[in-house]
């Protein structure tokens, strides 16, 4: 499975769902989303996969204050590690 995308209202602004794996191929695509409805949070409960590419993308949006909803924790895990690293 590749990366799924889905769009969703929610309280306070718009949620971004992500479902699959995330690579550095998708992050093109994901970086146009989130431009385009500059989403409060990303959902990442159904997330699979992801490389380091977007485990430093992941920590940027959280810097820049997106949330990262229901992020497991060997992803993380990586965040805190890749932030301790630069």
């Not at 992500?18 to 990442?44: C, F």
């Not at 497991?72 to 805190?80: D, L, M």
Request: proline share 1%.
């Amino acid at each position: 499975m590749t990366l799924r995308i889905e769009s969703l209202a929610g309280e306070h602004g718009t949620i971004l769902k992500l479902i699959g794996r995330i690579r550095a191929e998708h992050l093109d695509e994901l970086r146009g989303q989130i431009a385009a409805s500059d989403p409060s949070a990303l959902e990442l409960k159904e997330v699979t996969l992801v490389d380091a590419d977007a485990v430093r993308f992941l920590g940027s949006c959280e810097s820049e204050g997106i949330q990262l909803l229901n992020c497991s924790a060997y992803i993380r895990e990586w965040i805190v590690r890749e932030r301790e690293s630069a």
